[in-house]
């Protein structure tokens, strides 16, 4: 298995709703990261997790909160956004120590 | 100045053209990966970079670590090869994690 599976693809919520986006791989990459992407922009980082551990939050808002249960499985938990918020979100994992990197096919949320 | 830019913003050709995208980025870097995304899409890694030349099927990628330059050459293209290409590099300034150029729209019609 060499991909990162992202769930749901699309998701669209209301400023009050609570949901999770959810990321998993296979491939024993134990450092994974979230991504936000604006439309005809380059992603932004968001959060990394390295052996489980969150190692670098890119002064993302409280309203995200990224969750590492296990090596293969990446969530992040979404309260109280904002419309501003709607993007593609994105998740990718790598090799501590290569350069290799994978990334989902990512998540489109539109905040309403 | 961005870390990492590239050339051109946009590139409309047509089929079967040799197309050339560039990069250059002012960080010392320990590897340098070209991205594509096609519209409303994930990414997908088409190559990784610390010297020399790759090539896989009609993409090549070369990268001239003196001058601090990188190209992607698609030969033959095809519509299916419209996409986003993205240049982006991994340096030890900013903790290994991705420094992204702003990407090039490249739209090859029929």
């Known amino acids: 298995d060499t991909e990162v599976t992202q769930t749901p693809k699309h998701l669209v919520m209301g400023m009050t709703n609570k949901k999770s986006l959810k990321c998993e791989q296979h491939?024993?990459?134990?450092?994974m990261y979230w991504y936000k992407q604006k439309a005809k922009k380059p992603p932004e980082l968001m959060f990394v997790?390295?052996?489980?551990?969150?190692?670098i939050n890119e002064s993302v808002p409280s309203r995200f909160s990224p969750e590492c249960p296990n090596s293969s499985l990446l969530n992040l938990h979404l309260h109280a956004l904002q419309p501003e918020d709607s993007a593609l979100y994105l998740c990718?994992?790598?090799?501590?120590?290569?350069?290799?990197?994978?990334f989902g096919s990512g998540t489109r949320l539109t905040v309403v | 100045k961005n870390e990492v830019e590239q050339s051109p913003q946009n590139l409309t050709a047509q089929e079967g053209e040799f197309i050339t995208i560039n990069c250059s980025y002012s960080?010392?870097?320990?590897?340098l990966h070209w991205l594509q995304q096609h519209p409303g899409g994930g990414i997908v890694s088409l190559f990784m970079?610390?010297?020399g030349k790759k090539k896989h099927g009609r993409l090549i990628a070369t990268i001239n670590i003196q001058e601090k330059h990188s190209s992607l050459h698609i030969t033959a293209s095809h519509p299916r090869d419209s996409a986003v290409y993205i240049c982006a590099v991994r340096s030890r300034n900013y903790g290994q994690n991705f420094v992204f150029g702003p990407g090039t729209r490249l739209s090859v019609l029929p």
């Open positions: 997790y390295s052996y489980e551990k969150l190692s």
């Open positions: 960080v010392g870097i320990s590897a």
């Open positions: 491939m024993g990459h134990r450092a």
């Open positions: 990718a994992s790598s090799q501590i120590g290569t350069f290799g990197y994978t």
């Open positions: 970079l610390s010297s």
